[in-house]
């Protein structure tokens, strides 16, 4: 196989792997003792051939000027955050 064929296969499998994340906040909640805010996210993963639904939770420190977040249930304290995948065969979840 020559290399030009070679590199338009290998583009078009790059550009299949690529996809679209987007995030969407669907709740926010400020504590009124401490600067502490607690943040309800949806996160989509989009790609050609799957599509990925992830529920994030947040605690967000504020510090004046900007808040610095971190995922509550990231796996390493034994949560998990709610998923869900769909494709052409079929649908996923870990919720139950």
Known sequence: ????????LSLGLVALATGCVTRTITRFEDNQKSPVTALEVNKFENYLFF????????????????LICKL??????DVVCPQASGGYGGATTNVR
């Open 51 to 66: 599509a990925k639904k992830t529920h994030q939770f947040y605690l967000c420190q504020d510090t004046g000027d900007k």
């Open 1 to 8: 196989m020559s290399r030009f064929p070679m590199a338009i």
């Open 72 to 77: 509550s249930c990231d796996g390493t304290n």
